[in-house]
T-cell receptor, first 116, second 121 residues
Framework: ETGVTQTPRHLVMGMTNKKSLKCEQH?????MYWYKQSAKKPLELMFV???????ENNSVPSRFSPECPNSSHLFLHLHTLQPEDSALYLC???????????????FGPGTRLLVL | AQKITQTQPGMFVQEKEAVTLDCTYD???????LFWYKQPSSGEMIFLIY??????QNATEGRYSLNFQKARKSANLVISASQLGDSAMYFC??????????????????FGRGTQLTVWP
């Protein structure tokens, strides 16, 4: 496998279910991200992990819980979601370095989530 | 104020023609990067091209080029010789500073609302 992979690609869940989204990057990067893409809205950054430490939680409800056990894996645990949480969830990774310059983020194929 | 503005919700171009997708940005940070991504209907966000704020020349990647006009804060994407497979949503994005400045919003990637490009035969 190369690049950034995400599983599952599609997920349908009820509001009382618990599920997890998985992201794996094979690029040797040191930072990983979760984004939410809803219809007719710009991409929203949810969480950022740098060197396995969460550096940003962008006011995301607690029903979303991220986990980054190592630099290659990122999870998003879902619990008691609402229908408005239905969206495309994208994972990305980048190689962060000090100094000038902005690092490129590489995205996975996303998980299309439908909450019933 | 919006960090990234894409004023064209939709664009149409005939196959083999060139097309320009507009993007303007807003930042006071002297160090930033500009990106273009392509998102086909499958959903994957595909990186196309990058322009650093200190780069003297416009970035090019195959049929993609970035028309970087720093004084106007403009970073338009030019696709030459359009192909049917170019039909997709295109997003302009900007990143300020570096992620290693912990506890700040530096290093975040700001996206525009996108432009839906349709290439017709």
């Amino acid at each position: 496998e190369t690049g950034v992979t995400q599983t599952p690609r599609h997920l349908v869940m009820g509001m009382t279910n618990k599920k997890s989204l998985k992201c794996e990057q094979h690029l040797g990067h040191n930072a990983m991200y979760w984004y939410k893409q809803s219809a007719k809205k710009p991409l929203e950054l949810m969480f950022v992990y740098s060197l396995e430490e969460r550096v940003e939680n962008n006011s995301v409800p607690s029903r979303f819980s991220p986990e980054c056990p190592n630099s290659s894996h990122l999870f998003l645990h879902l619990h008691t979601l609402q229908p408005e949480d239905s969206a495309l969830y994208l994972c990305a990774s980048s190689q962060e370095r000090g100094g000038q310059g902005a690092s490129t983020q590489y995205f996975g194929p996303g998980t299309r989530l439908l909450v019933l | 104020a919006q960090k990234i503005t894409q004023t064209q919700p939709g664009m149409f171009v005939q196959e083999k023609e060139a097309v320009t997708l507009d993007c303007t940005y807003d930042t006071s940070d002297p160090s930033y990067g500009l990106f273009w991504y392509k998102q086909p209907s499958s959903g994957e966000m595909i990186f196309l091209i990058y322009q650093g704020s200190y780069d003297q020349q416009n970035a090019t990647e195959g049929r993609y080029s970035l028309n970087f006009q720093k004084a106007r804060k403009s970073a338009n994407l030019v696709i030459s010789a359009s192909q049917l497979g170019d039909s997709a949503m295109y997003f302009c994005a900007m990143r300020e500073g570096t992620l290693l400045n912990r506890g700040s919003t530096l290093g975040r990637l700001y996206f525009g609302r996108g432009t839906q490009l349709t290439v017709w035969p």
